[in-house]
């Protein structure tokens, strides 16, 4: 059922309703209003007619052989609708009118009721001694008779307002559920899929997309609050689309890669193996076979773990950015480094506390990666690398880490961020440096290579907003 049907149903119903409980209770107070008019004109009535009560008496009294047809004749003209009696030790002296058989007790205005039917009565004494009494009587069925007028009259106008709440509530639904009915037609357009501008059919490559937003200027406060939060779950969907597409991408360029990758240490170490079988091999080669494939088996381990490193930063949930110790997390990776490179001289120059936006992991992972490049690649013979966090003006924070090796030429030192660049002999996968810039990138930062400002060597530099962040795969992306 339309809304616009059960707005008229209710309107149809509540309308006449409202105008029955209304014309019930204005019944009931027209009914006692009637009821008091009633009492005070029989009592008007009787407060004027009691002179000529009273002389009606006296004339009975003092001359009963002598009609008084004139004083019968003004009381009958006087006593006008009802019934008016006048009693004397008991017996009527005058009826005029309709008047029960039975005579009431008391002053009134009070109810007498004789049979089926109901009289209205006022009282009062007349005479010099009040030994007479005049009665004035109303019939109920007279005010009855109005009052079933009225209630008849309330159900005809209850009829018709049962019509007109219908036909009110059919053009007023109508016109209220417009703002919903054009934001229904606006949602039957959301998420159609269209063929790309090639005209080409769509594939799984090819996303939908969602066409159009619901408006949001209907007028009615609810209407545009449902079309706010109707909107907010179509951009909620969006990006959940964007980010399923991106892992799937994400997902193909991972095993490509790895299956590229992974080809020449695995295409080796099965070479490595077959010469193993030979029945006629030199112990030392034997040896030397062993260290070539313990060498590969490392290259693929670090090779998998940098890849599944860059998959998860390009998959990074927003929510994982926390306010984060940068000093603190640069600090436990210099204590690390010094472990696993031993050979090498680390010194650390720190800012204190400072703070930034980040992912933790993430930027324990910049860290981590620059001072092994530096230990392992730029050390010279005294392993000099030395590592800074300082803060500059502009609510940036600079991460540097700067060693004393060979360097590398300004022609190239962008290209080393690509992925799988690495020196000839090199042990690493050739992911390190395209992690730290995807992690700057994340962070909204940048990552660069320059030369040592204190001599031979090359200085790594990546540079982080205090607050804020870019979004998540706004940058540029490892798989490109």
């Known amino acids: 059922m339309k809304l616009s049907t059960r707005f008229a149903l209710c309107l149809a119903v509540a309308v006449p309703l409202l105008v029955g409980l209304a014309g019930l209770v204005l019944l009931g107070l027209v009914s006692q209003d ?21 002389l009606f008496a006296w004339r009975t009294r003092v001359l009963p052989a002598v009609p008084p047809d004139l004083l019968q004749q003004r009381l009958t003209a006087a006593a006008s ?24 007790v008391g002053a009134g205005p009070a109810d007498h009721v004789e049979g089926e039917r109901r009289w209205r009565f006022v009282a009062a004494d007349v005479g010099w001694q009040g030994t007479a009494r005049l009665i004035l009587f109303e019939p109920e069925e007279r005010l009855g008779d109005q009052i079933a007028v009225l209630g008849r009259r309330l159900v005809s106008v209850t009829l018709v307002a049962a019509g007109v709440g219908a036909v009110a509530g059919l053009v007023l639904g109508g016109f209220a559920v417009r703002p919903l009915s054009r934001l ?10 269209q063929r790309p501008p090639d005209r080409q059919p769509r594939t799984i490559d090819t996303p939908s997309r969602t066409d159009t937003r619901l408006a949001t200027t209907a007028g009615v406060a609810e209407i545009d609050e449902l079309a706010r939060l109707l909107n907010d779950l179509l951009d909620r969907r969006d990006a959940a689309v964007t980010r399923t597409g991106e892992a799937l991408e994400t997902a193909r360029a991972f095993a490509a890669t790895a299956a590229h990758e992974l080809r020449t240490p695995l295409t080796s170490m099965g070479t490595n193996l077959t010469l193993l079988d030979h029945p006629e091999l030199d112990p030392a080669d034997r040896a030397e076979i062993i260290a070539d494939l313990a060498a590969e088996h490392g290259r693929i ?37 010094r472990h696993r490179h031993p050979h090498a001289t680390i010194t650390a120059r720190l800012a204190d506390g400072v703070r930034v936006l980040g992912w933790t992991e993430g930027l324990r992972m910049v860290a981590d990666n620059l001072l092994d490049n530096a230990a392992i690649h730029g050390a010279d013979g005294s392993g000099r690398v030395a590592i800074t966090v300082t803060l500059e003006v502009g609510e940036e924070v600079v991460l540097a880490v700067q060693d004393a090796g ?23 996968s050739g992911l390190g440096l395209t992690l730290v810039r995807q992690q700057a990138t994340l962070h909204g930062g940048t990552a660069g290579l320059s030369a040592s400002p204190d001599g031979p060597g090359t200085r790594a530099e990546v540079r982080l907003p205090l607050t804020g962040r870019q979004a998540p795969g706004s940058g540029p992306s490892w798989l490109e």
Do not use: H, N, Y
């Open 81 to 104: 609708a009802g019934g008016v009696c006048v009693v004397e030790k008991g017996e009527k002296r005058l009826v005029i009118g309709d008047v029960p058989g039975t005579l009431p």
């Open 301 to 337: 381990q670090r090779l998998i773990t940098m890849l599944r490193r860059l998959a998860r930063g390009e998959l990074l949930d927003p929510d994982a950015f926390t306010d984060t110790d940068l000093t603190e997390i640069v600090s436990d990776a210099v204590e690390d480094a």
């Open 406 to 428: 060979s360097g590398v030429v300004p022609q190239e030192r962008d290209a080393m961020f690509a992925r799988f660049r690495r020196r000839s002999g090199s042990p690493g």
């Open 184 to 193: 229904g037609r606006q949602a039957r357009t959301i998420g159609r899929r």
């Open 34 to 54: 009637l009821r008091a008019e009633r009492d005070d004109q029989l009592t008007a009535r009787l407060r004027a007619l009691t002179p000529m009560a009273a």
